[in-house]
């Protein structure tokens, strides 16, 4: 069910540069309540379907974020600013439920669009305004009996735990910069973005592309480049200065020394 996009497949090779100690940043986001929803699974056991996705993270596994992953319809999706946020969900009310309802971890990913065709309740299971989680397979084995295809789950949005700084994967060209933010903890999401070289100018107020990559139409190239994020849902910004030296590449992934916690 879940769109693909094999522009991010540059990603699947990422280097990651490191540029110091992590500081973290609280930025006010805690676990939701408990809601109900559905939730099926794309896919098989070895995940590769998975990699890739609508928000840009390419080769999963290299990005950090594993299997633990799912597709998210559009209402949970919003048109990207979804990418990156974490739930947690355990099947609920059914036979397929493993006994004693385990807990499961996930990242959105990708997004599971609608099926117009098909009844949100025969098939359409990502029609708005439906809330719902294409899983991966793994992840979904890890909760329920795969044979069901689809089980109704309890899920609350919950703080993402990550390890180290912000990741920029920075692509485009000579005058157009465009990067991935990933490894995103707290609440997940990026809301606005900001990025300034080394040199004399100021800020630059980069617009959202697509997933979760932001862009900014401005000759950048030999100069070491700090960002400013703000996460979407708390609207706390963090900023993360001199991720990359001068001598940064296209093609290659940074890590900066803070995050939101």
């Known amino acids: 069910m879940a769109a693909s996009s094999t522009a991010t497949a540059i990603l699947a090779a990422l280097v990651v540069c490191l540029t110091g100690a992590v500081t973290t940043v609280d930025a006010g986001f805690a676990a939701m309540q408990w809601t109900p929803a559905h939730a099926t699974f794309y896919g098989d056991e070895t995940a590769s379907e998975t990699m890739g996705g609508a928000c840009g993270y390419g080769n999963?596994?290299?990005?950090?974020?594993?299997?633990?992953?799912?597709?998210?319809?559009?209402?949970?999706?919003?048109?990207?600013?979804?990418?990156?946020?974490?739930?947690?969900?355990?099947?609920?009310?059914?036979?397929?439920?493993?006994?004693?309802?385990?807990?499961?971890?996930?990242?959105?990913?990708?997004?599971?669009?609608?099926?117009?065709?098909?009844?949100?309740?025969?098939?359409?299971?990502?029609?708005?305004?439906?809330?719902?989680?294409?899983?991966?397979?793994?992840?979904?084995?890890?909760?329920?009996?795969?044979?069901?295809?689809?089980?109704p789950v309890m899920y609350r949005r919950v703080p993402c735990v990550r390890s180290g700084g912000l990741r920029f994967a920075l692509q485009g060209n000579a005058y157009w910069l465009l990067a991935y933010v990933m490894n995103v903890a707290g609440a997940g999401d990026v809301g606005d973005m900001w990025v300034k070289g080394g040199g004399a100018g100021g800020w630059v107020r980069m617009s959202?592309?697509?997933?979760?990559?932001?862009?900014?139409?401005?000759?950048?190239?030999?100069?070491?480049?700090?960002?400013?994020?703000?996460?979407?849902?708390?609207?706390?910004?963090?900023?993360?200065?001199?991720?990359?030296?001068?001598?940064?590449?296209?093609?290659l992934t940074y890590q900066a020394n803070v995050n939101f916690s």
């Open 208 to 251: 959202h592309n697509w997933g979760a990559s932001y862009q900014a139409f401005a000759q950048l190239g030999g100069q070491a480049l700090s960002f400013k994020v703000t996460s979407y849902t708390t609207g706390q910004t963090v900023l993360a200065a001199g991720v990359t030296p001068p001598s940064w590449c296209l093609g």
């Open 60 to 151: 999963l596994y290299a990005s950090g974020y594993g299997t633990d992953t799912a597709a998210l319809s559009t209402t949970l999706f919003r048109d990207g600013y979804g990418c990156g946020t974490c739930y947690q969900m355990r099947c609920a009310g059914t036979a397929a439920c493993y006994r004693g309802s385990p807990v499961i971890t996930v990242t959105a990913t990708n997004l599971c669009p609608p099926n117009w065709a098909l009844d949100s309740n025969a098939g359409g299971w990502c029609n708005p305004p439906r809330a719902h989680f294409d899983l991966s397979k793994p992840a979904f084995m890890k909760m329920a009996d795969w044979h069901a295809g689809i089980v």
